[in-house]
C-alpha cells in the first residue's frame, strides 16, 4: 500500500512554470507505475502524464505534450510534474496516482491510489 501527498500547486499567470510533487510513502515505491491526473471546474478527471517504475517510459496527454514533463526518484519516492507554459486551460485539481501494473496506463479506473489533490490556478 502507498500513500501519497502532492504539493507545489498554486495561481500564476498565463505563460509561467510551477512545479508539482508527490510524496509517496511505503518501502516499495519503485514497483508502482505513476501517474498525473488532473480535474478542471465542470470537467472529468483526465490523464495528464505517466511514468514507468524505472522512469525509462512516459506518456503524456496530448493537451499538455512538449509543455509538461514528468519525472521520478525512486530513492526519496517522489514524483514531479514540471509544468511550463501554462494556460488557463490547465486551471485544475492535481491528483497524483499510483498502480501496480506494469506498462504505462491512462484510464483511473487502473489506479488503485490516489493523493488528494492539489490545485492549480492559471489566471491573468
Known amino acids: 500500500q502507498v500513500q501519497l501527498v502532492e504539493s507545489g500547486g498554486g495561481l500564476v499567470q498565463p505563460g509561467a512554470s510551477l512545479l508539482l510533487s508527490c510524496a509517496a510513502s511505503?518501502?516499495?515505491?519503485?514497483?508502482?507505475?505513476m501517474a498525473w491526473f488532473r480535474q478542471g471546474p465542470g470537467n472529468e478527471r483526465e490523464f495528464v502524464a505517466a511514468i514507468a517504475q524505472n522512469g525509462d517510459m512516459t506518456r503524456y496527454s496530448d493537451s499538455v505534450k512538449g509543455r509538461f514533463t514528468i519525472s521520478r526518484d525512486n530513492v526519496k519516492a517522489m514524483v514531479y510534474l514540471q509544468m511550463n507554459s501554462l494556460k488557463p486551460e490547465d486551471t485544475a485539481l492535481y491528483y497524483c496516482?499510483?498502480?501496480?501494473?506494469?506498462?504505462?496506463?491512462?484510464?483511473?479506473?487502473?489506479?488503485?491510489?490516489w493523493g488528494q489533490g492539489t490545485q492549480v490556478t492559471v489566471s491573468p
Open positions: 496516482a499510483a498502480a501496480q501494473r506494469l506498462g504505462i496506463r491512462t484510464t483511473i479506473s487502473e489506479y488503485e491510489y
Open positions: 511505503g518501502r516499495t515505491f519503485n514497483s508502482y507505475l
